[in-house]
């Protein structure tokens, strides 16, 4: 299976049902982001309408998120650090970008290992509706952390950037804060970026010294990723101050900085999803040409029109599971999904009557998985290799054989895994 590499927020998931986030995670590879970790977390801690309980919300939420094709994404912080201190570099080429790899040989090959992420983890106990009362203590510390944000401090600190008067759209706010990071005097801006961005003085310390060792470079050679995220909060602060973006909290809504954040991780995607207002006018300013911001609803809607067309299969080959008959979506172009393939797989078309494999195949292949997991040794190179460079890469994941009403795998590869 493959598909386009995917972020969504949590408006877009909750807006699912069951059985159109199947499809979500059929045909796009999801790369989840520590933001929407959190705002689940956030749930827990939340008041719930309609009589339902933080428990039931937060499992609900649990069960649709996509565990087939999808991984988190390194927290913006930990790819900040890397790249400021010259450990990582950070690269935005609409690909995730995973931790946790653990390097193993078998047989003279070199292969990559990403155990469960604590988050995989913990989705996994929400779905059965299990909590730690750890995981109730972080919810609640970061819903203070939300409220601690002072926007009247920074509405009134960035109103002094406009002594001619304040820019009319978004589009003028992106070209503006921009043009400050490559026309200030880039020591000046380095620091001012750093200390906006939250980094503490022993660290930026640390990377001024760095920074003048490797000769002083412009901030966009020097950390090409750090200069994205500087725009990005940039943005938000001067759009406040131009009356553009609200101050006020909307009633039920998430705090704007959490939506904000989000736009941290779009150079690791080629398709963003959401069904917020603001990310409808904010995400679109910092996207590549490549890449494509869809609503919500509009996705809702394909996925949806996917779920009626597979439906009216016959049931002896939906008996057969999704991995046998919808590898690739439909070839019809009056499908959102399909068009989104045709954009970033042009080929795709070519492989899509390719057939079922074989049962000796499927034998040899979960073979091959067996002996990587319990043969391979870890080893400790110089340096790790990178996914494109590794021999194979396993991810360990638990995948629902059943979700919503559609059967995944055929019934073979069930017993199998059970037997095994």
């Not at 809504?253 to 690791?268: E, G, S, T």
Request: net charge neutral; aromatic share 12%.
């Amino acid at each position: 299976m493959s598909g386009p590499i995917l972020i969504f927020d949590k408006s877009a998931l909750e807006s699912l049902s069951g059985d159109e986030a199947v499809w979500l995670d059929n045909f796009f590879i999801t790369n989840i982001t520590p933001l929407f970790f959190i705002e689940v977390f956030a749930d827990l801690e939340k008041q719930v309408r309609a009589g339902r309980t933080p428990e039931e919300v937060v499992g609900n939420l649990a069960y649709k998120t996509p565990d087939l094709q999808s991984s988190p994404n390194a927290h913006h912080r930990t790819l900040l650090n890397g790249e400021l201190l010259g450990i990582d570099t950070v690269v935005m080429d609409g690909r995730g970008i995973l931790t946790g790899a653990r390097p193993v040989t078998l047989e003279g090959s070199t292969g990559l290992m990403f155990p469960k992420t604590p988050e995989q983890e913990a989705f996994e106990r929400w779905q059965r509706r299990e909590f730690l009362d750890l995981e109730r203590h972080v919810a609640r510390m970061w819903r203070q952390a939300l409220s601690n944000f002072n926007y009247d401090k920074t509405y009134h600190f960035f109103q002094k950037w406009y002594k001619n008067g304040k820019p009319k759209t978004l589009a003028d706010v992106r070209a503006l804060a921009d043009a400050n990071i490559e026309r200030t005097d880039q020591e000046a801006g380095l620091r001012f970026g750093m200390t906006l961005l939250g980094i503490p003085m022993d660290r930026q310390q640390e990377v001024m010294t760095r920074w003048q060792n490797v000769g002083k470079p412009p901030i966009r050679e020097f950390a090409p990723y750090f200069r994205y995220v500087y725009s990005v909060d940039l943005f938000f602060y001067l759009a406040i101050a131009a009356d553009l973006i609200s101050r006020v909290r909307p009633a039920g809504k998430a705090d704007n900085k959490v939506d904000l954040a989000y736009l941290y991780y779009l150079p690791f995607c080629k398709v963003f999803t959401s069904g917020d207002n603001l990310h409808e006018r904010m995400v679109p300013l910092f996207m590549r040409e490549n890449q494509r911001f869809i609503k919500a609803p509009e996705l809702k809607a394909d996925l949806r029109k996917l779920d009626e067309h597979y439906s009216a299969l016959p049931e002896e080959v939906k008996i057969r599971g999704l991995s046998s008959f919808a590898d690739y979506p439909p070839t019809d172009t009056g499908f959102l999904v399909t068009r989104l393939w045709d954009l970033y797989f042009p080929n795709w078309r070519l492989k899509a009557d390719k057939r079922e494999l074989s049962k000796e195949l499927q034998d040899v292949l979960m073979n091959l998985v067996k002996k990587i997991e319990h043969e391979s040794r870890a080893i400790n190179p110089e340096r790790l290799p990178t996914i494109s460079e590794a021999d194979y890469v396993q991810m360990q994941r638990s995948v629902m054989f059943r979700k919503g009403k559609w059967r995944r795998f055929p019934p073979e590869v069930q017993q199998q895994q059970k037997q095994s």
